[in-house]
Structure formats: structure tokens, C-alpha cells
């Protein structure tokens, strides 16, 4: 079964640190674009960042030089690793795997809730 | 990248058809066919109900359909039904941005 298991939410203060996991099954992460998406609480959704099937990776204006985007194909994991964390960063942060046109995800995990809040 | 706009809420009885608007500009919806539509019932995470402006994923009902015209989608749902009561977000690539831009989201409502 094509499944995406997020983990690593949590409350953390503002300023801290911390790292999003998200494992997949049924397919090769290292094969596909993988996303992360987020939606404040009682808010939209906002793409938050992208990494390609060769590596290249792409972020929200809003994450850019504070979240870093990356896989271990070993491990079939897709990591977020965030820094400097705000207050606005609290969200549910969602894992997906892009379809094959690259602008749409079609598979979606069951998300992880980030608080920042001192 | 400001977000594609969708009215607010939509309703309808049980069997009848509606249809949630997704406005953008040339850059984004008007320029290309990669609009796409999710479902999310609350507390649940968004499913892919249409991609590339009218394409169905396998297991979607055929009552949800998608179109375009000029610098606007739409997704039509047809005989109505209580599940379908979730908020809908539109998604498409824009020009301006690296990442997609999402909809300003749908909620609907079953009367």
C-alpha cells in the first residue's frame, strides 16, 4: 500500500529548532517530487517546499534559509529540518508525494502538528 | 504569490449540482493546465480530486468534475451528497513562484 507517515511535531519555542519525518511505503521516495504542505490553524494551505526526483529543491518565500528539505533513499525518508522557528510557523505540516506533472500531490500523509510557542 | 481567490462557502441540497469557482490571472490558471482540486473534511488530510484542470485520480466519483475558462476553474459536483460536505481547495503552477499557489479555499455545505 502507498502510505506517507509523518512524525516529529511537537511544541517548541520560538527561535528553536526541529526536524519533520516523513516515511514512505509502496514506492521510492528518490523516484518522485516530494512536498511538504502546511495549514495554519483554521487557515488554508500553503506549499511550504519541494525536492525533486535529481535533488533540486525549491522553498516558500516565507521557510527560505531557515527549513531544509532532504531525503535518505536508504531509509526511504523525507526529512524537514527547521530553524529559527516563529510563532506564524505553527501548523499542521503535511507530507505528499507530487504527481507525475509535478504540479499537483496525490498522495497525502496524515500530517503532524508544529506549535511554536513559548 | 497571492493565494487563487474561491468564494467563501457553497451550498446545496442533497442530488443537486454546484460549482466552486477558482480565479487566478494569466500567470497561474489562465496560462496552464495544471490546476488541480483537493477534498478535506475536517480533521482529515486534503484528497486529490482532480488534477491538471479536469483529470480524475482512479477511485474518485465521477460526480466531481473539473473545467477551465480563461483564468478560471471550476469543480462541479453533481448529485450532491452528505459526504461530500468538506472544504475544497483549488491548487495551480504559477510563474511567479517556484512552488504552487493554493485557492483560498471552499467550504461546502449540504443543505
Known amino acids: 500500500e502507498v502510505q506517507l507517515v509523518e512524525s516529529g511535531g511537537g511544541l517548541i519555542q520560538p527561535g528553536g529548532s526541529l526536524r519533520l519525518s516523513c516515511a514512505a511505503s509502496g514506492f521510492t521516495v528518490s523516484s518522485n517530487y516530494m512536498s511538504w504542505v502546511r495549514q495554519a490553524p483554521g487557515k488554508g494551505l500553503e506549499w511550504v517546499s519541494v525536492i525533486y526526483s535529481g535533488g533540486t529543491t525549491y522553498y516558500a518565500d516565507s521557510v527560505k534559509g531557515r527549513f531544509t528539505i532532504s531525503r535518505d533513499n536508504s531509509k526511504n525518508m523525507v526529512y524537514l529540518q527547521m530553524e529559527s522557528l516563529r510563532a506564524e510557523d505553527t501548523a499542521v505540516y503535511y507530507c505528499?508525494?507530487?504527481?507525475?506533472?509535478?504540479?499537483?500531490?496525490?498522495?497525502w500523509g496524515q500530517g503532524t502538528l508544529l506549535i511554536v510557542s513559548s | 504569490q497571492s493565494a487563487l481567490t474561491q468564494p467563501a462557502s457553497v451550498s446545496g441540497s442533497p442530488g443537486q449540482s454546484i460549482t466552486i469557482s477558482c480565479t487566478g490571472t494569466s500567470s497561474d490558471v489562465g496560462g496552464y493546465n495544471y490546476v488541480s482540486w483537493y477534498q478535506q473534511h475536517p480533521g482529515k488530510a486534503p484528497k486529490l480530486m482532480i488534477y491538471d484542470v479536469s483529470n480524475r485520480p482512479s477511485g474518485v466519483s465521477n460526480r466531481f468534475s473539473g473545467s477551465k475558462s480563461g483564468n478560471t476553474a471550476s469543480l462541479t459536483i453533481s448529485g450532491l451528497q452528505a459526504d461530500d460536505e468538506a472544504d475544497y481547495y483549488c491548487?495551480?503552477?504559477?510563474?511567479?513562484?517556484?512552488?504552487?499557489?493554493f485557492g483560498t479555499g471552499t467550504k461546502v455545505t449540504v443543505l
Open positions: 491548487s495551480s503552477y504559477t510563474t511567479s513562484s517556484t512552488l504552487g499557489v
Open positions: 505528499t508525494r507530487d504527481g507525475s506533472s509535478g504540479w499537483y500531490s496525490e498522495i
